[in-house]
């Protein structure tokens, strides 16, 4: 049977080695393409969570200085969501990039 294929796929092992190279490339449940998959999506998750957590602390940053005094409840109202007493007037300039 093997007398038929070319040199070097005569020998048992040569044969058995591409066999498993193709299994393990493309049949296996833990194949190469589906592991640089893998990689790559956790390599974004990994940004994502840098991300995340970035936006966590800036987070704290912000319930701490809330929860001081009532100025700074006042300053923090004003600065982030515009709020103003019904007697005065806001003006918002915006920067060209």
Do not use: C, H
């Not at 193709?22 to 190469?32: H, R």
């Amino acid at each position: 049977m093997f007398k038929k294929l070319p040199r070097p796929f005569q020998n048992f092992y040569v044969v058995v080695s591409v066999v498993f190279l193709l299994w393990m490339t493309f049949l296996d449940s833990n194949n190469l393409i589906a592991r640089f998959q893998m990689s790559s999506k956790l390599s974004g998750l990994e940004s994502e969570r840098e991300y995340y957590q970035d936006k966590y602390k800036e987070t704290e940053k912000d319930r701490n200085e809330v929860f001081g005094d009532r100025e700074s409840i006042e300053k923090f109202a004003r600065e982030k969501y515009l709020m103003k007493k019904e007697t005065e007037t806001i003006y918002v300039i915006k920067e060209k990039d």
